[in-house]
């Protein structure tokens, strides 16, 4: 079974600054598809960024972007000019290609936005 | 507003009684999914329907049942409530069974169980 990994429960960055949320992934799959969500007080579930693994370039959403690296299963989400309503917690996620397995959710890390 | 409603979204009640959680997926999603989030932890699989059948399972206890109706809403049942059962339960959906647009999550239902 597939299994994500984060290894940063929690995180703080200052304001305008950059930080990045790392992510790590097992799997057999070499076709699949990756996701950050962010979950903020309000406990609404939003999608950030999606990756497809057979893509190499990386996925960019405004601020946000992704560091896919296949081969180390790895991928972190870089938030770029940091915000006070970037405080969240935030989850990866994995998808297989079939879509008959349901996304699996790493632990998540809290991210702190300080002013 | 995601598209995706979920009710009650607040609900109190004591050990041993039985709760239905509702769910309405956005309009042309046919996948509807539940997870369960416990405190301070990561969101927990566990069931997911298309067009009314069930897809695939996960951890999901026995005192649950979930089903899908044919108008596509979908009802989470909650039996023999223990204290342990306390959680955020969500809601999502998808139009193609998720192949690589990801859910769209309702606001989530707040059980309590006292």
């Known amino acids: 079974a597939q299994t994500v990994t984060q290894s940063q429960p929690e995180m703080s960055v200052q304001e305008a600054e950059t930080v990045t949320l790392s992510c790590t992934y097992d799997?057999?799959?070499?076709?699949?598809?990756l996701f950050w969500y962010k979950q903020p007080p309000s406990r609404q579930m939003i999608l950030v960024i999606r990756?497809?693994?057979?893509?190499?370039q990386n996925a960019t959403e405004n601020r946000f972007s992704v560091n896919f690296q296949k081969a180390a299963k790895s991928f972190s989400l870089k938030i770029s000019d940091s915000q006070l309503g970037d405080t969240a917690m935030y989850f990866c996620?994995?998808?297989?290609?079939?879509?008959?397995?349901?996304?699996?959710f790493g632990k998540g890390t809290r991210l702190s936005v300080i002013a | 507003d995601s598209g995706v409603t979920q009710t009650p979204k607040h609900l109190i009640t004591a050990t041993g009684q039985r709760v239905t959680l509702r769910c309405s997926p956005r309009?042309?999603?046919?996948?509807v999914y539940w997870y369960q989030q416990s405190l301070d932890q990561g969101l927990q699989f566990l069931i997911q329907?298309?067009?009314?059948?069930?897809?695939a399972k996960g951890n999901i206890l026995e005192r649950f049942s979930a089903q899908q109706f044919p108008d596509l809403h979908s009802e989470l049942n909650l039996s023999s409530l223990e204290l342990g059962d306390s959680a955020l339960y969500f809601c999502?959906?998808?139009?193609?069974?998720?192949?690589?647009?990801?859910?769209?999550f309702g606001s989530g239902t707040r059980l309590t169980v006292v």
């Open positions: 990756q497809e693994a057979y893509k190499q």
């Open positions: 329907y298309y067009n009314g059948e069930e897809r």
């Open positions: 309009s042309g999603d046919l996948s």
């Open positions: 996620a994995f998808m297989n290609p079939s879509g008959n397995t349901p996304l699996v």
């Open positions: 999502a959906s998808s139009v193609d069974r998720g192949r690589g647009y990801g859910y769209t």
């Open positions: 799997t057999s799959e070499n076709n699949y598809y």
